[in-house]
């Protein structure tokens, strides 16, 4: 091999770093090769280009959100699994040092960012305008830049894995660490350049869907009738456009720090490196709520429906939400109780903490008095929302435990913060995400996923669990340190982690069967006839399944909260079917290849960015500016479709 070209392997590709990168890449290589090979012998590239890559169709683009959080789950959860089989016995070398830093980086912000933001995002794209009434969010090519900068950002992130190196900070990636002097290398550009761009698209999203729900919602729909989920959605997008500048500001003054050499966090230059960690927290702890927020709106929906009861409370529920939302910003510094801000400063955040509860505690005891003495059904969705009460009762509880500013003393950095810190976000954003996606699902494709194999996950994934992370509260109490690499024999933890590796090994079975159940299903699933499979309640249900691209052929009148249900009760369902002299003209969008063209122009950025390749990087702005201009001077962006093609679509689907 040419020098020249062993050097651009092992600097770039990181060819000397051995077997697992190689594997990587042939992995990598033949799975794009399948791609490629595959669009090409099904002629499906102008398809793609048409139907996915151009949409800004708010279905579609709530589909590829969901496609990417599986996907990245599944790269989160092989980086656990790596992590479990280090830490499965005392003195392991499965992963060095190094290697295993990187790891235990790329999972952290993988699952919070990668993961449960699309997760999540993909529900408010399938689900708000439908609930609303609405025919499309209110900006929808915006909605498609927010995807592809997401999209583009987690390639960016995720390719640093086999080209130029993994971060290596840590999710929190704090300074002194994560400046030049410590990490030089390109794995914390990365990271910075990653999440920025990505999180442009995060507050895009914030905004878009808070004017959906306040400007779009159908005649009659005030907020006070407006479907819980919904609510839960305006709660995430207060935190998300309050929240996100924080991380930005802090992402972009560290990337500053790095590639012009400027000193915000670096001390010994007059920096302070704990304004970057209060900078982080102040959007880290909203975040928190802000993945969970929307599950806490997939468990109402899913109570009420198979426990074929109203909600239980929907007031205290509304005001809970918008609590969360509040409260959310009065509790970063709990992160950090041992820097030694003083007892006032400790005392007001260990209250703020403690406070957060009540408003959750509301919302399950609501959820609780709405299934007593109801009809209830164990579909899918339901059983990851009854796994859900227990696994976040206790992730509750531990949080109170941290609360308490003397005893996060001895808990921080322990292996019982990791513990609850997987219980809340597991129990919640998982099981919540997995609740909704099995329950939304026939609405997006237009069948069931399979309940036999749907089973075998769910108890697979909840025994491991329990398994996993039961133990790391115990490991947490005898003294084991999080991010520890190894450890000796002698401290007696050698049990308890090899126990809690079987318990990973299990949720990783458990996803497996998820991945099946799709894709068992798309041949043999259960077809959706009705529209309403499962008797729901709310506006989404009255519309076929699929829905067609413009959602309602004539907007509904809502008179009242579970429109759809009441409608069901009275006998009445004809009222949301169109009539024919009522179908008008519908006002649409046009496609647009410009959101891709910018992503890609962002990646390119970006990518210069991380290398200090700057003429790259100049060029990847440039079209970035390109794009902009393009799109300020483009008049011809919208279309009508014309009753008789509604009329057509609606009688094909015996709606008129």
């Known amino acids: 091999m040419p020098e020249s070209l062993r050097q651009f392997a092992d600097t770039y590709l990181m060819w000397q770093e051995g077997p697992m990168i190689w594997i990587s890449d042939v992995l990598i290589l033949l799975t794009s090769v399948g791609i490629v090979a595959t669009l090409t012998y099904f002629k499906k590239w102008k398809w793609l280009w048409r139907e996915w890559l151009t ?95 997401f999209f583009f950002g987690a390639l960016l992130f995720n390719i640093s894995f086999v080209f130029g190196g993994s971060p290596d900070a840590g999710w929190t990636s704090y300074p002194p660490l994560s400046e030049l002097g410590f990490d030089n290398g390109p794995g914390e550009n990365f990271y910075l350049l990653a999440l920025q761009i990505s999180g442009i698209g995060s507050i895009a999203t914030g905004i878009n869907f808070l004017v959906t729900i306040l400007k779009m919602r159908a005649p009659g729909m005030t907020l006070m009738k407006t479907p819980l989920f919904t609510w839960s959605v305006l709660s995430a997008c207060i935190m998300i456009i309050f929240a996100f500048p924080a991380l930005t500001v802090a992402l972009a003054l560290l990337m500053l720090d ?144 941290l609360a308490v500013a003397p005893a996060d003393y001895q808990y921080h950095n322990s292996y019982f913060l990791i513990a609850h810190f997987h219980q809340v976000l597991i129990g919640g954003v998982v099981f919540g995400m997995l609740a909704g996606m099995y329950y939304w699902w026939p609405k997006m494709f237009g069948f069931k996923l399979d309940e036999r194999l749907g089973r075998w996950a769910f108890w697979f994934f909840n025994i491991g669990f329990y398994v996993c992370f039961m133990p790391q509260y115990a490991l947490g109490f005898m003294g084991m340190q999080r991010r520890m690499y190894t450890y000796p024999a002698d401290m007696g933890w050698g049990t308890l982690n090899f126990v809690s590796t079987i318990g990973a090994y299990l949720m990783g079975i458990g996803f497996i069967f998820i991945v099946a159940q799709v894709l068992y299903s798309i041949k043999h699933g259960e077809r959706d006839l009705t529209g309403d499979p499962w008797d729901g ?63 890609v122009a962002f990646f390119v950025a970006g990518l210069g960015f991380v290398f200090n390749w700057y003429v790259l990087a100049v060029l990847g702005l440039l079209g970035v500016v390109v794009t902009l201009l393009r799109r300020s001077f483009e008049y011809d962006d919208e279309y009508y479709i014309q009753p008789e093609e509604i009329e057509h679509v609606e009688s094909a689907l015996g709606r008129l």
């Open 258 to 401: 790095r590639i012009v050499g400027t000193h915000f966090f670096t001390i010994l230059q007059g920096g302070n490196p704990m304004m970057f960690i209060n900078l982080f927290w102040i959007w880290g702890h909203p975040e928190v709520y802000i993945v969970v927020v929307p599950a806490f709106g997939v468990f109402s929906e899913v109570v009420a429906t198979f426990a074929r009861k109203e909600t239980f409370g929907y007031t205290s529920m509304v005001a809970a939400l918008l609590s969360i939302s509040v409260i959310s910003y009065f509790v970063w510094a709990h992160h950090f109780f041992t820097m030694g801000a003083g007892a006032d400063v400790n005392t007001f955040f260990a209250v703020a903490t403690m406070a957060v509860g009540i408003p959750t505690g509301v919302k399950v005891f609501n959820w609780l008095f709405t299934m007593y003495r109801g009809r209830i059904r164990m579909s899918l969705p339901m059983l990851w929302t009854i796994a859900f009460v227990p696994c976040f009762v206790i992730g509750g509880a531990t949080g109170v435990m």
């Open 537 to 599: 309640r709310t506006l989404e249900w009255s519309l076929p399944s699929p829905v067609p691209h413009y959602n309602f052929a004539v907007i509904p009148t809502v008179t009242d909260r579970d429109m759809w249900w009441v409608l069901k009760e009275e006998g009445r369902t004809e009222e949301l079917r169109p009539k024919k002299e009522d179908i008008q003209p519908i006002h649409m969008p046009k496609n647009s290849g410009r959101p891709f063209l910018m992503g």
């Open 55 to 149: 949409t800004v169709d708010h279905k579609k683009i709530g589909i590829m959100y969901l496609i990417a959080a599986l996907l990245m789950m599944f790269r989160g959860g092989a980086d656990g699994l790596l992590m479990r089989t280090q830490l499965a016995a005392p003195g392991m070398h499965f992963l060095d040092a190094e290697h295993y830093d990187q790891i235990f980086t790329t999972h952290g912000t993988i699952m919070i960012l990668f993961m449960a933001m699309p997760f999540i995002f993909a529900l408010f794209n399938i689900v708000v305008p439908l609930q609303i009434g609405a025919r499309d969010v209110a900006f929808p090519y915006l909605n498609a830049i927010s995807f592809w900068l």
